[in-house]
């Protein structure tokens, strides 16, 4: 069973940045893939974010593209999500999640391990 630790979050005005780090417990890191979602008040968890194995593919939800960078380093089993110019609306719980299969996903039901989130909140 996978274990997932989030941290990185917190608060920062409008056109910031946080850096968003999941250190995850496994045997064989390297043959799971790794997302980002995120979950908003009164809102519908919604990817953020995905990366193969390998790390070389990556996938992004269109509100961020461009702003936020996914990213792994296999050795420290642990995922990252950089975040440029923040907005506002990027303000929500976000959870990093874990999925078997070693292509990139972006749907939540092929997740079986979820950490318990970290809090962004952005300022205008």
């Known amino acids: 069973q996978a274990r997932l630790v989030e941290s990185g979050g917190g608060l920062v005005q409008a056109g910031g940045s946080l850096r968003l780090s999941c250190a995850v417990s496994v045997v064989n890191f390297n043959r799971y893939s790794m997302a980002w979602f995120r979950q908003a008040p009164g809102k519908e968890r919604e990817f953020v974010a995905a990366v193969d194995f390998s790390g070389r593919i990556t996938d992004y939800a269109v509100s961020v593209k461009g702003r936020f960078t996914i990213s792994r380093d296999n050795a420290r089993n642990t995922v990252f999500l950089q975040m440029d110019s923040l907005e506002p609306e990027d303000t929500a719980n976000y959870y990093c999640?874990?999925?078997?299969?070693?292509?990139?996903?972006?749907?939540?039901?092929?997740?079986?391990?979820w950490g318990q989130g970290t809090q962004v909140t952005v300022s205008s």
């Open positions: 999640a874990a999925s078997f299969s070693p292509k990139v996903v972006r749907t939540a039901s092929a997740f079986g391990a």
